[in-house]
């Protein structure tokens, strides 16, 4: 059983903000927390536990938290879909070193499959392209609901590897883009997600070491790119990370203590301004006496390194954060645009 720590609210410099931290039992954990975020089609609020073998469930309305195992290194990336006419929860499990893989979890039955390397499947990349030799560790996915050619379409990024972005269509296709006609190839394409908000989706990918959003057509086309120098007077975007759409609205998780809100014309706001040094020792950590790393001193109303993200039924936001034991966050912000 699980309820929230305590609620209170805070202003940030675009909105005022409840704020309400969840699952506290997670803190006492000595395991890192690397989860994203995501939503199931009851509510319940769906992140990875510390140590990443499991998935947590969250009722806010009972306090229950439902623990479902899960054959994972690191739950990194969640995705709910039900295109299939069933709840499906898409995994991006980057592993380690040695490379990772995406399950689809089906929540219903609890059956577990995994999809192939795209490259074992795709031949994208020229047969001398040095990324070849690298695993592929995915970190987050992506499925088209919008009715049309596209629909039931799973797109991969895969930021912990190779740096590519992958679309398995429902064809058993798989086209593989790497961010060149933006001028640069990606660079820890993090995040991926689907923007609604224009009479056509788009895919939109959060390429992190390049400071950056991609916007994508359903073709894989580059369609614009969002900086903090894209619209003037904007706020800073440091390391993007996860994404969800919130009304008309893009909402970036920036590892670097921030939550930022992207306009449809590109201008970039702060939800949550960062108050991080992230230079400072053991950072998102901090280290004890003798040098060890331990779970850091976490202030209310403010992040330490807000990792995934995913927008309720009611606009709610939830939040998880990377570091020891994680924490879990619900945010309450005006309501959306």
Do not use: K
């Not at 089609?41 to 992140?47: I, P, T």
């Not at 908000?197 to 788009?202: D, F, I, K, T, V």
């Not at 203590?257 to 950072?283: K, N, T």
Request: charged residues 20%; proline residues 8%; contains cysteine.
């Amino acid at each position: 059983m699980s309820g929230a720590a305590g609620a209170t609210e805070t202003t940030g410099a675009a909105t005022t903000v409840g704020w309400t931290e969840l699952w506290p039992e997670g803190a006492a954990s000595p395991e890192w927390s690397h989860s994203g975020a995501a939503v199931l089609s009851d509510g319940r609020f769906l992140f990875a536990e510390p140590g990443g073998q499991a998935l947590i469930a969250l009722d806010e309305t009972t306090g229950e938290a439902t623990r479902v195992e899960t054959p994972t290194q690191v739950g990194h990336g969640l995705t709910v879909s039900s295109v299939e006419g069933r709840e499906i929860v898409w995994i991006a499990d980057p592993g380690d070193d040695s490379g990772g893989r995406i399950l689809r979890f089906d929540w219903t039955t609890g059956s577990v499959a995994a999809m192939p390397d795209p490259l074992t499947l795709d031949g994208g990349l020229a047969d001398d392209d040095p990324r070849l030799a690298l695993p592929f560790r995915p970190t987050s996915t992506a499925v088209v609901e919008t009715p049309g050619p596209h629909f039931g379409e799973l797109w991969v990024a895969d930021g912990y590897g190779r740096s590519l972005v992958h679309r398995f269509g429902v064809d058993g296709s798989v086209l593989t883009i790497d961010g060149p006609d933006t001028g640069v190839a990606f660079d820890c394409p993090h995040g991926i997600a689907v923007d609604t908000r224009a009479q056509e989706p788009r895919i939109v990918v959060a390429d992190r070491l390049h400071s950056r959003l991609v916007f994508l057509d359903l073709e894989g086309r580059a369609v614009g790119v969002v900086t903090d120098e894209t619209v003037a007077g904007s706020a800073a975007m440091r390391r993007p990370s996860s994404l969800a759409q919130r009304g008309s609205r893009i909402l970036v998780t920036d590892l670097v203590g921030a939550l930022l809100s992207v306009s449809p014309e590109g201008r970039i706001a702060e939800v949550l301004p960062s108050s991080v040094d992230d230079e400072r020792p053991g950072w998102p950590n901090a280290l004890d006496a003798s040098g060890a790393t331990v779970r850091p001193p976490l202030v209310e109303g403010h992040l330490n390194s807000p990792h995934g993200i995913a927008v309720g039924p009611a606009g709610q936001v939830y939040l998880t954060e990377w570091l020891l034991g994680g924490r879990q966050l619900r945010l309450d912000l005006e309501p959306p645009a």
